[in-house]
């Protein structure tokens, strides 16, 4: 959809679309500003848009559409049933540690607290189940952990997925996805940046973690101290100041799996000095050379790049904003995204 949008292509107005009745979308975070397309630009009305999240191993989803219900912008509309979906604390440290529950509307880890269904026995092949066991249950002691960083809504109850656990951005403790700097991007800068990729960098030598988002622009377009400039100013007037980046560069590709998927991780493993052998799954790992720099090469990292204020405990209020990313990620959704579908299907009928 997202390239249907930046090509200006309306499908219900190139198409008889009177038999669709539903479009499912997976894979990657659904943008809010997607959700508002589909139905003001892209697709009828009395299409449904689903968008589900789940794994490959498990053969299924987590987070599920749901006709019975309203759709309302971002998230998936429910929770797959027989699936023991809860939402553990992502702070706490240490492999087979004790989860705690934090609640809806906090974001935390993704995780089933008992058996379900579809639960794969174990990994194919040698040494299966010990692999098996690294991949879903050495995070929290007995309980399998998806590693997405999600939310539950605490009035629609949809699951919101914020990116996946292990690229969780944790400037000056405060917590919060990619997929929200993204968002940001894709509605403010559609005629600049084509796309995007922001990950933490914390090396040996540095005491905090650090924002480091990386821009791939659009052909014409150019990278300059004005262009990030707004960046950093669309990011702290619709988030906070505490999601601005410390440093943003220009990248010429972003690393994505065979199937399109972009992929975080080994960008921050990199540029927090680590290094990496690519990943078989990855389309373009060449590309990963890049950002070697980043990591190594002080000058690219220079205090004229940083905007993004110290950490001061007397800055209450600000810090307070901030903090509500962590602590209610999803209730920051307003009234015109609750409100913007509030649409039943029932086989396929609008009521």
Known sequence: MYELQRANIHPRQIADLSSLKIVTSTGMVLPDALFEWFYDQGFPPNVRL?????????????????SLLPVHVGGCAGISLGLPVDVYDAS???????????GVGVAGELVATAAFPNMPAC????????????????????VWTHGDFVSIHPQTRQLFFHGRADGVLNPSGVRF????????LEAEFPNEITDSICVGQRRPQDTDERVMLFLLLKAGASFTPELVARVKAAIRQRLSSRHVPSFIFETAEIPV????????????????GKRIKPSGTLLNP????????FAQDERLVTARDTEQPPYNPEHKEEMARSKDTEQTATARVNSKKLLLYERSWVDGLTV
Request: aromatic residues 12%; hydrophobic residues 30%; neutral net charge.
């Open 92 to 102: 706490i440290e240490g492999a087979g540690a004790k989860g705690r529950s934090v």
């Open 123 to 142: 990994f194919w092949g040698p040494d299966g189940s010990r692999r098996y066991h690294d991949a879903y249950f050495a995070r929290f002691d007995n």
């Open 177 to 184: 996805g990619s997929s929200e700097i993204y968002q940001v």
């Open 50 to 66: 689903n968008n589900i999240s789940g794994g490959t191993d498990l053969a299924g989803c987590f987070g599920i559409g749901n």
């Open 286 to 293: 060449g590309c990963l050379e890049h950002y070697y720099q």
């Open 257 to 272: 799996t065979v199937n399109g998927k972009k992929v975080e991780l080994p960008v921050k493993q990199i540029v927090s």
